[in-house]
């Protein structure tokens, strides 16, 4: 293994991503980082410029537009998950009571037929036709955790007929999160890049700017799961690198 002071060791890095909004005077923790690269926008000028009397045209000046980064993030904190989800207003967790006896008539079923319930998760359901019991497993199925039925092909439950339902919600906390399009968070990102080999902070990237998430970008369900967040600096970031 090379020496926590050498380059190829240096590369060898990890990172975390820290934020603070406009106006607030903490800094949220974004998660961690598997990956970023500088996306900065620059452009080519062409220079005219006279030698020994003969007028050429110089085009190694580089003149930047605009700074930014693209950090690949693998942690879903509250922050990025409004992001995802294309949210404006704040995460609000609710607390749903249980419902004791709730009722639903569900107007002429059709047989194979799947009805939301309208509450989740379920403790318990039944249904009747007419107010005769229909029988679970033959008539009808449930699933409790997503609360819905189904109204099974074989059993005794006519097209067209109208069930009751009773049943019961179990306690449950809901995210309530409105959505917009491609909201973006302004504030000051600070980035840290650590050694694999030291706790000491390799680099320090500091700078104010907008961020968002692409309506593209690419998320996994299962397992690891990463999003890409865009930085759009508002000035050129400042960046402390240990030596």
Known sequence: MPDAGTPPAKRLTTGRLYFTPTGQGYEED?????????????????HLA???????????????????????????VDRLLLLLQKAQGPLVSTDIPGISNGSLHLTGVV???????????????????AGVPKTLGADFSVDLAAGRLTVLSQGTIPAGADLTVQFTALPSSYRAITSGR??????????????????????????????????????????????????QCWSPPIIRERL
Not at 114 to 119: E, F, K, L, R
């Open 111 to 129: 047989p194979g037929g799947t009805y939301p319930i309208g509450a989740s998760p379920l403790s318990s359901l039944t249904a009747s036709l």
């Open 50 to 76: 006279s030698v020994g009397g003969v007028r050429l045209v110089d085009a190694s000046y580089v003149h930047t537009l605009a700074f930014g980064y693209l950090f690949t993030l693998d942690e879903y």
């Open 30 to 46: 974004l998660g961690n980082v598997v990956k970023f690269r500088r996306m900065d926008r620059t452009e080519t000028v062409e």
């Open 182 to 231: 491609q909201p973006t968070l302004q504030g000051a990102p600070a980035f840290y890049e650590y050694d694999q080999q030291s706790t000491a902070v390799r680099a320090e990237h500091r700078f104010s700017g907008s961020l968002w998430v692409n309506g593209d970008s690419e998320e996994q369900t299962t397992g690891f799961r990463t999003a890409e967040l865009h930085v």
